[in-house]
């Protein structure tokens, strides 16, 4: 009898390393996250003359010059040659903190994240980059299975919605929200500002040649919400 006891707490130990083995390969996540906070930007509203409605915020019209191409939601800038200098986008999303709630409820429920935001105070989207920015991978064999699942979360959310961000910024003052600069195969630069408001997140997407940090800031800080589009 106790010989067959001995056996089977063999077996289920045998099991449960085979377990956590098969967990910790199929979760393994060999990438590191590098986004790195580089500032803060104080950033206030300076009405305009001449707005542009679009998909929920007024915004100063400087694309006079472009073309909104609708099959894209954009507005394009052209050069003689007809190649494309600049593009202009704004739309109007989720926050990523809704989205890590409701990433891939296959790998930990929604329940299991929001225990998680709650007990390190993540509340807004600013607050989850700042915890993704300083994320590190700690994952060893002998972490719990729910430690090892969470750890492929965080990892996975990245990739798939903060694709190519290299460093942000922090926007503060009259609008809350974050400047995303993304990684450059060529010239092209690529900026993201998220605007946070009313439990949405704007995004206007910059991308072209001869954009500036500066600039892109100066037409954002004109920014309305909740108008109507005309």
Known sequence: MKKKIIIIIIC????LIVNKLFLYNNYLVPQDINIENI?????KHKDAKDYLNYNGIKIRNDFKKYVFEEDEGSYVLYNKDEDIINTF???EVNTLLQIFKEYDNDILNEKYIERFL?????NNDIELLEYLSNY?????YFSSNKEI???FYVYQFVYDV??????????????TGILLFHDNY???KSIDIMLLNDGMRYVLSFNGFDINENNILDVVGTVIFNEEEQ
């Open 162 to 175: 903060l694709p190519l961000i290299d460093e942000y910024k922090i926007i503060k003052g009259d609008y």
């Open 186 to 188: 060529e010239e092209e």
């Open 39 to 43: 500032g803060e930007i104080d950033l």
């Open 118 to 122: 709650k007990d390190n105070n993540i």
């Open 136 to 140: 590190k991978n700690n994952i060893n």
């Open 149 to 151: 699942k969470f750890n």
């Open 12 to 15: 289920i130990f045998v099991l």
């Open 89 to 91: 986008s704004v739309y």
